[in-house]
């Protein structure tokens, strides 16, 4: 009987995945087709998906950058807009904007004999503007989770982690589950 569960559990293991992923990308893809009333499925999402990228063509455009820079402006200036559109554009150029925020991977001593640590990402060198002058700040993301903390600490706390910043995210939102790919030496 114990044989049959564990034949039970691996399948779970390797089904539950796909079927979880499937799911996900086909209610993305229903949900955007039924708010543009396309018959088609995915056929809204690969329309979204190129009008993205054309905005995003026609944002790096010379001619376009003062309009961009203009609404900017305005979307800056309500109040309860503000919060919400200048978060959602921080947050998002952290990851996959040109001032990338999550690419530095360190390890924080967060006891004074360095004997318990957190892996996270540097997102400020320096906090001098806070009369922080030997302080880093550090987001340490939350594993299984789309939140975290961020701490402040000295900077002689923290650790360089000679990782790509993908794999150290991987490794933590997994709770550590996600095994890290053996160092080659000399190579990264």
Same mark, same amino acid.
């Given at each position: 009987?114990?044989?049959?569960?564990?034949?039970?559990?691996?399948?779970?293991?390797?089904?539950?995945? =796909?079927?979880?992923?499937?799911? *996900?990308?086909?209610?993305?893809? $229903? #949900? &955007?087709?039924?708010?543009? !009333?396309?018959?088609?499925?995915? =056929?809204?999402?690969?329309? +979204?998906?190129?009008? =993205? +990228?054309?905005?995003?063509?026609?944002?790096?455009?010379?001619?376009?950058? !003062?309009? *961009?820079?203009?609404?900017?402006?305005?979307?800056?200036?309500?109040?309860?807009?503000?919060?919400?559109?200048? $978060? #959602?554009?921080?947050?998002?150029?952290?990851? =996959? /904007?040109?001032? %990338?925020?999550?690419?530095?991977?360190?390890?924080?001593?967060?006891?004074?004999? /360095?004997?318990? %640590?957190?892996? !996270?990402?540097? #997102? %400020? !060198?320096?906090?001098?503007?806070?009369?922080?002058?030997?302080?880093?700040?550090?987001?340490?993301?939350? $594993?299984?989770?789309?939140? /975290?903390?961020?701490?402040?600490?000295?900077?002689?706390? &923290? +650790?360089?982690?000679? %990782?790509?910043?993908?794999?150290?995210?991987?490794?933590?939102?997994?709770?550590?589950? +996600?095994?890290? $790919?053996?160092?080659?030496? /000399?190579?990264?």
């Amino acid at each position: 009987m114990s044989r049959l569960a564990g034949y039970f559990f691996r399948g779970l293991v390797l089904a539950a995945p =796909v079927a979880i992923t499937l799911y *996900v990308c086909w209610l993305i893809f $229903s #949900t &955007v087709d039924r708010w543009l !009333g396309l018959p088609i499925p995915g =056929v809204g999402f690969l329309i +979204t998906i190129a009008l =993205v +990228t054309l905005l995003g063509f026609f944002a790096s455009n010379l001619l376009t950058r !003062g309009a *961009v820079s203009l609404l900017d402006q305005v979307l800056n200036r309500l109040p309860f807009v503000r919060l919400l559109y200048s $978060s #959602t554009k921080d947050l998002l150029n952290a990851f =996959v /904007g040109e001032q %990338r925020r999550f690419d530095k991977p360190v390890l924080v001593a967060l006891s004074p004999d /360095g004997g318990v %640590r957190a892996l !996270g990402f540097i #997102t %400020r !060198g320096s906090l001098e503007a806070l009369g922080l002058h030997d302080d880093v700040a550090v987001y340490v993301p939350q $594993s299984y989770n789309f939140a /975290g903390n961020l701490i402040v600490v000295p900077a002689a706390r &923290v +650790t360089p982690v000679d %990782r790509e910043s993908s794999e150290v995210l991987t490794f933590i939102v997994s709770g550590g589950v +996600t095994g890290l $790919s053996p160092r080659i030496p /000399g190579g990264r």
